[in-house]
């Protein structure tokens, strides 16, 4: 799908060669500027009520995972500042705690992580499908 924002230069092109009066053209140019500010306003309201769907659902697994998922990432991302930390002081020891994590991650097969994909796909697929529906 083209996004009106991509293609509102090229239709000031050719209003500019199309269009000889400059009163005409330049409010043709405010109507085109106004149709973009609609779509991108549609696109916020359409992108907020799913996330205001997810926030009220009244399944705690749906209500939550977003903030869940959000909150395993912010404590994955802050356990960077005590390795940062550790390293300056002994380094030999954030090297092997690195280590003994990168091995870790690499342990766990491909399958699981092929299946774990495969879940998260049929699941937000699913949810795309019932709220596009409108069943849940």
Do not use: H
Not at 20 to 40: C, I, N, S, T, V
Not at 107 to 130: M, Q, S
């Amino acid at each position: 799908m083209i996004k009106l924002g991509s293609i509102l230069p090229l239709v000031g092109t050719v209003l500019d060669r199309v269009i000889p009066d400059p009163e005409q053209r330049q409010k043709a140019k405010m109507e085109m500027a106004q149709l973009e500010m609609d779509g991108k306003t549609e696109d916020l309201k359409v992108s907020m009520s799913a996330i205001l769907a997810e926030a009220q659902s009244k399944d705690k697994w749906v209500s939550r995972a977003r903030p869940g998922f959000m909150y395993v990432m912010y404590l994955i991302f802050l356990c960077g500042i005590p390795m940062g930390i550790l390293s300056a002081f002994n380094p030999e020891m954030a090297i092997a705690i690195t280590s003994g994590m990168t091995a870790f991650w690499e342990a766990i097969p491909e399958k699981l992580y092929w299946a774990f994909v495969t879940v998260l796909l049929g699941y937000t697929g699913a949810r795309t499908f019932e709220k596009a529906k409108k069943v849940a």
